[in-house]
C-alpha cells in the first residue's frame, strides 16, 4: 500500500522538497477524485439541434463544409426528430432551405400560411409532440439579396421597422403552426418587444421567445450561408450584416442589447458565436436572470472537422472540450450542430 502510494505520488519520494500547505494536484490524482471535483458537465437536456429542411421529397443532400449535417425533406426530417428524441434530446431549431425562385427582395414567401418551414413544424408536432420545436425569426432565407429584413430604395440599408412588421406576422405564423419558442435572429430594435405584443393578443402568451440577443457580425456563418442558399441568394460569400449584428470588438454594447430583449419579454437570451465569445456567455450569465443560450455556429463546427480531416486535432475531444467550455461560460442551452453525436455518447 505504502509502496503504491510512492509509486503513484513521486512529491513524497527523498529529494528535493517544497513545504507547502496545499498541493492542487492532490484531487488530480486518480479519475475517480478528478470525476468527485468536476465542476461542469455537458448533459443531452443542454443541447438543442439546429436541423436544415427542404421541400420535396428528394433524397437528403450534403452540406459540403459541414460533415454530417444535411438537408432533409420533411419526411426524413420528423424521422431524425423521433431520434433525437429517442435520444433524449429536448429541442431542435429548424432552419428552412428555400427553393431560389420563391424569393424576392421583400421575403414574402416567409409569411406564407403554407410555407416550408410551417409544415416542417406541423409534421413535427403531430409525430414528436413532446419534441420542443424553435423556429428562426428572419426573412435571410427568403430574400433574394441574402439580408435579415427589407431593404431601403437605395438598397443599402435593412429597415428596421418595417422589417419587424414582417417579423411580428412571421412569428404569428409559427405560433400557429405549434412551435413552442419562436427565436428572432435578425437583430433588429425593438422586435421583441413587439412580437411578444402580437403572440399575447392572439392567444399565444405560452409561446416563449429566445432572442438572438448578442448575435455578432462574425465571419463564422459561411457554412450556415452555404446551408440555407443565403449567400448564394445575395451572390457573395461576405454577406455584410454591419448595420444591425455587433461589432465583434464590442462587449458592453452587446450586454446592454442583450438586456433590453429581456426587458421586452426574451424568455432566453443568445450569444452567438458561442466558443470566440465565451467572455460574453459569461458577462451575460451574471447581468440576466434569463436562461442564457448560445449558439456554436457553423463556422466553429467546420473548423473542427476541418483540423481534424487534416489529422491536426481529434475531433472527438475537440467537440467535446468546446462545449464544455461553453457550458462553463455560463450557458444554459447549447445550440450546436454535434448534438446528436454528442447525445449518442451520452447515452
Ligand atoms: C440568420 C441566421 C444565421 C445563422 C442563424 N440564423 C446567419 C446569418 O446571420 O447570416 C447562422 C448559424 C450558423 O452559422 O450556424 N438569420
Request: aromatic residues 6%; negative net charge; proline residues 4%.
Given at each position: 500500500?505504502?509502496?503504491?502510494?510512492?509509486?503513484n505520488?513521486?512529491?513524497?519520494?527523498?529529494?528535493?522538497k517544497?513545504d507547502?500547505?496545499?498541493?492542487?494536484?492532490?484531487l488530480?490524482?486518480?479519475?475517480?477524485?478528478?470525476?468527485?471535483?468536476?465542476?461542469?458537465?455537458?448533459?443531452v437536456?443542454?443541447?438543442?439541434?439546429?436541423?436544415?429542411?427542404?421541400?420535396?421529397?428528394?433524397?437528403k443532400?450534403?452540406?459540403?463544409?459541414?460533415?454530417?449535417?444535411?438537408r432533409?425533406n420533411?419526411?426524413?426530417?420528423?424521422?431524425?426528430?423521433?431520434?433525437?428524441?429517442?435520444?433524449?434530446?429536448?429541442?431542435?431549431?429548424l432552419?428552412?432551405?428555400?427553393?431560389?425562385a420563391?424569393?424576392?427582395?421583400?421575403?414574402?414567401?416567409?409569411?406564407?400560411?403554407d410555407?416550408l418551414?410551417?409544415?416542417?413544424?406541423?409534421?413535427?408536432?403531430?409525430a414528436?409532440?413532446e419534441?420542443?420545436?424553435?423556429?428562426?425569426?428572419?426573412?435571410?432565407?427568403?430574400?433574394?439579396?441574402?439580408?435579415d429584413?427589407?431593404?431601403?430604395?437605395?438598397?443599402?440599408?435593412?429597415?428596421?421597422?418595417?422589417?419587424v412588421?414582417r417579423?411580428?406576422?412571421?412569428?404569428?405564423?409559427q405560433?400557429?403552426?405549434?412551435?413552442?419558442?419562436v427565436?428572432?435572429?435578425d437583430?433588429?430594435?425593438?422586435?421583441?418587444?413587439a412580437i411578444?405584443?402580437?403572440?399575447?393578443?392572439?392567444?399565444?402568451?405560452?409561446?416563449?421567445?429566445?432572442?438572438?440577443?448578442a448575435?455578432?457580425?462574425?465571419?463564422?456563418?459561411?457554412?450556415?450561408?452555404?446551408?440555407?442558399?443565403s449567400?448564394?441568394?445575395?451572390?457573395?460569400?461576405?454577406?455584410?450584416?454591419?448595420?444591425?449584428?455587433l461589432n465583434p470588438?464590442?462587449?458592453r454594447?452587446?450586454i446592454?442589447?442583450?438586456l433590453?430583449?429581456?426587458?421586452?419579454?426574451?424568455?432566453?437570451?443568445?450569444?452567438?458565436?458561442?466558443?470566440p465569445?465565451?467572455?460574453?456567455?459569461?458577462?451575460?450569465r451574471?447581468?440576466?436572470s434569463?436562461?442564457?443560450?448560445?449558439y456554436?455556429?457553423?463556422?466553429?463546427?467546420?473548423?473542427?472537422?476541418?483540423?481534424?480531416?487534416m489529422?491536426?486535432?481529434?475531433?472527438?475531444?475537440?467537440?467535446?472540450?468546446?462545449?464544455?467550455?461553453?457550458k462553463?461560460a455560463?450557458?444554459?442551452s447549447?445550440l450546436?450542430?454535434?448534438?446528436r453525436?454528442?447525445?449518442?455518447?451520452l447515452r
Amino acid at each position: 500500500m505504502v509502496a503504491a502510494i510512492f509509486m503513484n505520488d513521486s512529491d513524497n519520494t527523498e529529494g528535493f522538497k517544497l513545504d507547502l500547505s496545499r498541493r492542487p494536484r492532490r484531487l488530480r490524482r486518480t479519475a475517480a477524485l478528478r470525476s468527485m471535483v468536476e465542476e461542469t458537465r455537458v448533459t443531452v437536456d443542454d443541447l438543442i439541434a439546429p436541423l436544415f429542411v427542404i421541400d420535396g421529397d428528394g433524397d437528403k443532400e450534403s452540406v459540403g463544409s459541414m460533415p454530417g449535417v444535411f438537408r432533409r425533406n420533411i419526411v426524413d426530417l420528423v424521422a431524425e426528430c423521433r431520434e433525437l428524441h429517442g435520444l433524449g434530446v429536448k429541442a431542435v431549431a429548424l432552419f428552412p432551405s428555400i427553393d431560389p425562385a420563391l424569393k424576392d427582395a421583400m421575403g414574402t414567401e416567409a409569411c406564407n400560411p403554407d410555407t416550408l418551414v410551417l409544415r416542417a413544424v406541423r409534421a413535427i408536432k403531430e409525430a414528436v409532440s413532446e419534441l420542443v420545436v424553435i423556429t428562426d425569426v428572419a426573412l435571410d432565407p427568403y430574400t433574394t439579396h441574402g439580408h435579415d429584413g427589407v431593404l431601403n430604395k437605395e438598397g443599402d440599408y435593412v429597415l428596421n421597422d418595417e422589417t419587424v412588421e414582417r417579423l411580428c406576422a412571421m412569428s404569428l405564423l409559427q405560433a400557429e403552426a405549434g412551435v413552442d419558442i419562436v427565436a428572432p435572429s435578425d437583430m433588429m430594435d425593438g422586435r421583441v418587444g413587439a412580437i411578444r405584443e402580437v403572440l399575447d393578443e392572439e392567444g399565444y402568451a405560452n409561446t416563449a421567445i429566445m432572442a438572438y440577443s448578442a448575435k455578432f457580425a462574425s465571419a463564422y456563418y459561411g457554412p450556415f450561408r452555404e446551408a440555407v442558399g443565403s449567400a448564394s441568394a445575395a451572390g457573395t460569400a461576405s454577406l455584410d450584416k454591419k448595420t444591425y449584428q455587433l461589432n465583434p470588438a464590442n462587449r458592453r454594447e452587446a450586454i446592454a442589447d442583450a438586456l433590453l430583449d429581456e426587458e421586452e419579454g426574451a424568455d432566453f437570451v443568445m450569444v452567438k458565436p458561442a466558443g470566440p465569445y465565451l467572455d460574453i456567455i459569461r458577462e451575460l450569465r451574471d447581468a440576466t436572470s434569463v436562461p442564457v443560450a448560445a449558439y456554436q455556429v457553423s463556422g466553429e463546427f467546420a473548423q473542427i472537422h476541418a483540423a481534424a480531416k487534416m489529422g491536426w486535432l481529434d475531433c472527438k475531444k475537440s467537440r467535446d472540450e468546446s462545449l464544455l467550455a461553453i457550458k462553463r461560460a455560463g450557458a444554459d442551452s447549447i445550440l450546436t450542430y454535434f448534438a446528436r453525436e454528442v447525445a449518442e455518447k451520452l447515452r
